[in-house]
């Protein structure tokens, strides 16, 4: 007798798309960083950056449509996340997760070996995504924002 298999159902996250960002991106990351974070970057900061051979950033689209994006900046064996923004009505379903890790991989097949990044002290989801991620605390940066916000310094080895 055969049995049947149930066929795997794709998660939402699933049917989620990464690729490589590209300059004509910019617009667009500035609009959803615009949305998401006090200290976002203007358009042409995006462009700018995204134009560098120092750049490796990811999007994550649906249907089209820009959703989420990470940005690191590489420097020989180590790289900053500069940014990782996920929109608002697909957060905690794993897609940052996705993104960094996916990033991540990109970067240490290059030979990165760690990766650092600044985060609000009071930015708890980011804080619970870089701690899932193995990313630890090195220092706080007092005053870092232009609010007056300390930052933490995190860094994780690859």
Excluded at 26 to 32: D, G, I, M, S
Excluded at 76 to 86: F, G, P, R
Aim: with cysteine; hydrophobic share 45%; charged share 30%.
């Amino acid at each position: 007798m055969r049995t049947r298999r149930a066929r795997a159902v794709p998660s939402e996250v699933d049917r989620i798309s990464l690729r490589a960002a590209r300059v004509g991106d910019a617009r667009e990351l500035a609009r959803l960083a615009d949305a998401l974070l006090p200290e976002a970057w203007s358009v042409e900061a995006f462009a700018t950056s995204l134009a560098s051979d120092a750049a490796r950033a990811l999007v994550a689209e649906e249907q089209g449509a820009l959703v989420a994006f990470a940005l690191a900046r590489r420097a020989a064996d180590e790289a900053e996340l500069l940014t990782l923004c996920v929109d608002p009505a697909h957060q905690g379903r794993g897609l940052g997760r996705r993104l960094a890790e996916t990033l991540f991989a990109q970067l240490r097949a290059e030979g990165v070996r760690r990766v650092h990044l600044e985060v609000r002290g009071s930015n708890a989801a980011a804080r619970a995504l870089y701690d899932a991620l193995g990313f630890r605390e090195s220092r706080r940066r007092a005053g870092y924002y232009r609010d007056g916000e300390d930052a933490l310094e995190l860094g994780v080895a690859l």
